[in-house]
C-alpha cells in the first residue's frame, strides 16, 4: 500500500510564501514522476508542476518565476516552494505520483488527500 501525505498548506496575506511538502510512504519499488495540482471551488483540477525522476520540470503558466518544484529522491518526498502568492492561487492543492510498488512493477497513480492554501487580501 502507498500513501502520499501533504504538509504545509495554510493562510497567507497576498505577496506571502508557503511551502507544501508531499510524502510518499509504503512498498515503492520506484517513483516516475511528481506533480502538484489544485483545485479552487467550482473549478476543475489543473496541473500547477511536475517534476520527473531525472529532475525535469514543468508549470503552469499562471506560476510561472513564483513557485519551484523539486523533490528529494532518498527521502521520496516532493516540495512546491509558492512566492508572491496572489488570490487566483486560492485552492486545494493535491500531490500526485506515478509509483511502481514492490508487489507489482506496475507503474500507478497516485493522489494525496490535499492540503488547503488560502490567500487573502
Known amino acids: 500500500q502507498v500513501q502520499l501525505m501533504e504538509s504545509g498548506g495554510g493562510s497567507v496575506q497576498a505577496g506571502g510564501s508557503l511551502r507544501l511538502s508531499c510524502a510518499a510512504s509504503?512498498?515503492?519499488?520506484?517513483?516516475?514522476?511528481m506533480a502538484w495540482y489544485r483545485q479552487a471551488p467550482g473549478k476543475q483540477r489543473d496541473l500547477v508542476a511536475s517534476?520527473?525522476?531525472?529532475?525535469?520540470?514543468n508549470y503552469a503558466d499562471s506560476v510561472k518565476g513564483r513557485f519551484t518544484i523539486s523533490r528529494d529522491n532518498a527521502k521520496n518526498t516532493v516540495y512546491l516552494q509558492m512566492n508572491s502568492l496572489k488570490l487566483e492561487d486560492t485552492a486545494v492543492y493535491y500531490c500526485?505520483?506515478?509509483?511502481?510498488?514492490?508487489?507489482?512493477?506496475?507503474?500507478?497513480?497516485?493522489w494525496g488527500q490535499g492540503t488547503q492554501v488560502t490567500v487573502s487580501s
Open positions: 517534476i520527473t525522476s531525472g529532475g525535469s520540470t
Open positions: 500526485y505520483a506515478v509509483i511502481s510498488t514492490v508487489s507489482s512493477r506496475t507503474a500507478r497513480s497516485f
Open positions: 509504503g512498498s515503492i519499488f520506484g517513483i516516475n514522476y
